[in-house]
Structures are given as structure tokens and as C-alpha cells.
């Protein structure tokens, strides 16, 4: 099974609520990312968690914050958003070691009014 | 640093025609290439990779050949259907070390929108 959960798959919010995206695996992946994509464009790495520990962070703003509470979730808290920050966010896993392929969720689609 | 050069899009095909993407790529280490592809309205999903040079990825159809000379990893499909009407991406990994741990960074190309008519 090489499925990776995201919930919701839709989310509306205004500037100033507090949300949460979740990510879900049972494939035992060890790393896990987050990703930005907006329409037409490639994804763009915000967050790579690896062993349940911060390994990279791409200059994201602070109004988003990731968290990995296991080795199956992650989460990405959401605050204080900008309207440019709509877009499609995806979770991602990959198994450590040398094979190196990233299993993707269907995403969830952000709007932020 | 990494990057991935994809053919300019869109691509507008009739069903049953002959596929094919481009895909070059600079890389400073040995990577693996992938390609991914995303239907409307969805994420993006796994279609194929390779590992090392001449290798050839297959699925669905669909084939790439990892050409170290070349720096290529083209995409071709001898027989298109309206189903495989979506967006590809090319992609590389390079395996990058952080915090003691290594694993796979993806650099994308920017991807090509293919339409398949009836």
C-alpha cells in the first residue's frame, strides 16, 4: 500500500482563524515533507521531517508551523495567513535509505480570504 | 546547484498518437530520476523511475531511460488514450545529508501540460 492520507481536502479560512492540516502514512516511512504548490507550478519544499526530527526548513514564515507528533502523522498549524498563501498544500513520504522516490497525498486545497 | 529542463507545454495530442517529453538535467552527484504525473485536481502521483545510468523505468505504457551522456530521462508513450490527459513532471533526487540522516531532495521541472483528444 503506498497511500498517503491528507484531511481536509478543502479548507477555506479567514486571516486571522487557526487551522490545521493533517498527513497520514502506514508505509513506515521515516521522512515525511510538506510541500507548496500553486496552479500550474511545480511543488515547492517548505518542511522535511526525518526520523520524527526537523531536517529541513526553506525559509518558511512562521505562520506556518509543522509538527510530527509520530513516525505515521504530520501536521502543519496554520496562522495569521495572507491571501497569497492559497494554494494546494502537499504531504509527502519517502523510505530512508537509498531509494529515494517521495509518495505523494492527494493534498488539501487552501483558500484564504 | 540541481536543476530539471522540461519541454515547454502545453502538448495537444489525438488519441492513439505517439508521446514524448523531454527532460534534461544537471546534477552535481549521481541522482535518481523520476517521473510524476498529477490529474486535475489531484496530487501527484509516482509514474515511473530510475536509479542509474541506462536504466529504464516502465508503467502504464509509459518508458524514460536514464542517459547519463545525454543527461536525459525523456518520456514516451506509443499510444496515448484521453485518460492520460494530465500534467508530468520530470524530477531528480540527490541524496542529501541533514542532521546525520540521509534521504532524497526533489528538484522538479517545470512541467508539461498534455491534452489527448478523442
Known amino acids: 500500500d503506498t497511500e498517503v492520507t491528507q484531511t481536509p481536502k478543502h479548507l477555506v479560512m479567514g486571516m486571522t482563524n487557526k487551522k490545521s492540516l493533517k498527513c497520514e502514512q502506514h508505509?513506515?516511512?521515516?521522512?515525511m515533507y510538506w510541500y507548496k504548490q500553486k496552479a500550474k507550478k511545480p511543488p515547492e519544499l517548505m518542511f522535511v521531517?526525518?526520523?520524527?526530527?526537523?531536517?529541513i526548513n526553506e525559509s518558511v514564515p512562521s505562520r506556518f508551523s509543522p509538527e510530527c507528533p509520530n513516525s505515521s502523522l504530520l501536521n502543519l498549524h496554520l496562522h495569521a495567513l495572507q491571501p497569497e498563501d492559497s494554494a494546494l498544500y502537499l504531504c509527502a513520504s519517502s523510505q530512508d535509505g537509498r531509494i529515494y522516490e517521495q509518495y505523494f497525498g492527494p493534498g488539501t486545497r487552501l483558500t484564504v480570504t | 546547484g540541481d536543476s530539471v529542463t522540461q519541454m515547454e507545454g502545453p502538448v495537444t495530442l489525438s488519441e492513439e498518437a505517439f508521446l514524448t517529453i523531454n527532460c534534461t538535467y544537471t546534477?552535481?552527484?549521481?541522482?535518481?530520476l523520476f517521473w510524476y504525473v498529477q490529474y486535475p485536481g489531484e496530487g501527484l502521483q509516482l509514474l515511473l523511475k530510475a536509479t542509474k545510468a541506462d536504466d529504464k523505468g516502465s508503467n502504464k505504457g509509459f518508458e524514460a531511460t536514464y542517459r547519463k551522456e545525454t543527461t536525459s530521462f525523456h518520456l514516451e508513450k506509443g499510444s496515448v488514450q484521453v485518460s492520460d490527459s494530465a500534467v508530468y513532471f520530470c524530477a531528480l533526487s540527490d541524496p542529501t545529508n541533514a542532521g546525520g540522516t540521509s534521504y532524497g531532495k526533489l528538484t522538479f521541472g517545470q512541467g508539461t501540460i498534455l491534452t489527448v483528444h478523442p
Open positions: 521531517y526525518s526520523y520524527e526530527k526537523l531536517s
Open positions: 508505509m513506515g516511512h521515516r521522512a
Open positions: 546534477a552535481t552527484g549521481y541522482p535518481s
